[in-house]
């Protein structure tokens, strides 16, 4: 089958210029003689309208130049189509192209655009709202929503939130239910991924694979401060899953599951793909496996 790209373009993602983004695109593109056309993201990210166009003009890819956000918005909309989905990352985290190996490089992404391969990848819903790789609640959720707030973006505006947040990280109360087993504690974090990245290359999950039918979750509980950052780097990065009943005690709980519900009775903050988004006091969340085609490195 003959590939027709859409590009869509996000004008104000991370901090890099977007106008020779364009250029770029344009450029590579027709030098493979493939046929595109090249849209801006919507605000709303509802890309329902773009069905008809797909499907009649015969539509094969849609490539996201932007964030997990723009991901995630066109992903939502249009997964359903059976296009292939590409990443050009030019957002601040990047979670889902990095977890992925599409490098932050725009001509290099552009080239597994061409030459990669989709790839079946897993998503998950958060009550009936849709995640492509991360949702957290608590500490990087806050830093989230400040970040949001920002009028200058970029790893240094959110490395700065992260260090400030941290000296006056609070916990929350939460209720898990996972794996037929209930068990409450307080925490700074939770994170629950399907990609093994915070974001910025920072490794969250490190057993996470995009397309296993599995939620990877993180709680990070209530623990001297001085001892977190040491204790997340030390257990969690050592990629050592742990029977929940087995970890119970540990100050990070690392485990896999299909689905689970956290009661968030105290309202921790609450972000989707890096996303803010308005804090939900009971969560069911549940994997989609093999939701979306993602073209990665060959």
Sequence with gaps: MRRKIIYLINPI?????????KELVVSKTKERKIPFEVLPTMIDGDYRFLKSKIKDDGITDIVVCGGDGSVNAAVNSLADTQVNFGIVPMGSGNGLAYAAGIPKNSSKALDIVFDGVARPTDAFLVNNQFACMLC????DAKVAHEFAEQPKRGLATYASLTTRNFFSAKTWPFKI????????TDAFFISIANSNQFGNNFTIAPQAV????MLDVVVVKKI??????????KQVMAGKIKRVENSLRSPVIYFQTEELVIENTAEAPLHIDGEPRETLKSLSIKVLPHYFRLIHPF
């Design 136 to 139: 957290g609640l608590g500490f």
């Design 13 to 21: 993602s991370g901090t890099r210029g977007k106008s020779s983004l």
């Design 177 to 184: 239910k996972a794996n037929g087993l209930v068990f409450s």
């Design 224 to 233: 001297a401060k001085p001892l977190l950052l040491l204790t997340v780097l």
């Design 210 to 213: 995009l397309s296993d039918g």
